[in-house]
């Protein structure tokens, strides 16, 4: 683990949220700052605002012996969150041509299946988290595979680069290859040593992660309900309502159940710390349920067009309350980048006649993100206090971008062109609690 550096003194253009902006833009929920200063403080924010006041604020002593980062005529945002992301699935992004059940049979279940072998656990942890920061991210929640030591190997990757992450054991005991399952009995066993051993530990939180209803049986379901009640500030991760034909075979494996929300809800597995991917064909009885009990969505466009699973009703959802966050869903999303993510988040609500406004985009990749994943008491902004993980944008390393830019009439314009024309070479450089983690060499 790298040292905390002393003290910090950051000056470039800062954007971050208070609060989310909301469907009509309230300027009050962001600051944006064009010559904009952070201090930072053994890992965290101290001071935000404006270079001057910030430096006025300093007794002369901090402000001389501050290690100085000068990022001028770049873009300095809290770190990218990414919500929903299986780090086993690096292998088979891109995968040609199915749709959600034959792509996990075809393509999904025999890459996890080679996780059996952990070294193989390891070395993908390590490059799957150099991408991530190589991307802007800092904070994920991540899917391992139903291996024990897929987990180990991921928490200690990540706890060598010092980042917020939240992670747990795959439970799934039905419908899937013998060689990925485990047991109801397994379930627990295995997640109650993993709980021990990382829940709490450095920046690390654990998250009870049933797959999705259809490969767990009502027993280990059951279990996953006593696990997440089992210790305080346990997270839940899984997957609901994505595809057509998911939806029909829940229906067929739990006819007792009025929906396929209500499956999770059966077992104890929604409420505040709970979060799941898609949420695409929910009726709007499932859409107050989420609201009412604090149960976030992961809304994950590119893997939603990828793999043609159908159109997230961002309107609908955030016009009810649930708290919704961005992700890639990598291997089921088709880039790391929550640029990109950003933009086919923009196209998804495009083609459903409601356009996202680039301010509410940069709050759900930041802030948003932080407060749908229970991590915002932590992360997600500059108020002081916080970890100070930070990403540098530089809208000048694209030259299309470049050029478009110089002609933006405003800065919700320029915001908005780098998020729909912006990617990871966008990325000047990553902080990871103050430390300089990533320098974009290009
Ligand atoms: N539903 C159950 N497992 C998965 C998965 O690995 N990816 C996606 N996109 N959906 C799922
Ligand atoms: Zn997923």
Redesign the pocket.
Known sequence: MNPLPAAMLVRGTLLHFLADPGANDDAAAWQYIEDGALFIQDGRIRHCGPWHDVLAALPTLSRESARYFDYRGKLILPGFVDA?V?YP?LRVMGSFGRQ?LD??EHY?FPA?ASFADRSVAEKTSAFFLDRLIAHGTTTASV?PTVHAHSVDAFFEAAQARNLRMLCGKVLMDRHCPENLRDTAQSAWDDSRALIARWHGKARLRYSVTP??A??STEAQLKVAGELFASAPDLHLQ??LS??QR?LAWVGELFPGRANYLDVYAHFGLIGPRSIY??GIHLDAGERTRLAETGTALAF?PS?NLF?G?GFFNFHALSQTGVSISLAS?V???NSLSTLRTMAAAYQVSQAQHHALSPWRAWYLATLGGARALALDQFIGNFTPGKEADFVVLDATAIPELAFRWDFAESVADRLFALMMLGDERCVAATHVLGNCVYLNKA
Do not use: A, I, V
Request: contains cysteine.
């Open positions: 929903h299986h699935q959600l792509w996990l999904t996890e899917f797959r999705f259809p490969t899984s997957h994505e595809n998911e991917g898609h994950c893997s793999l699973s869903d291997g089921g999303g």
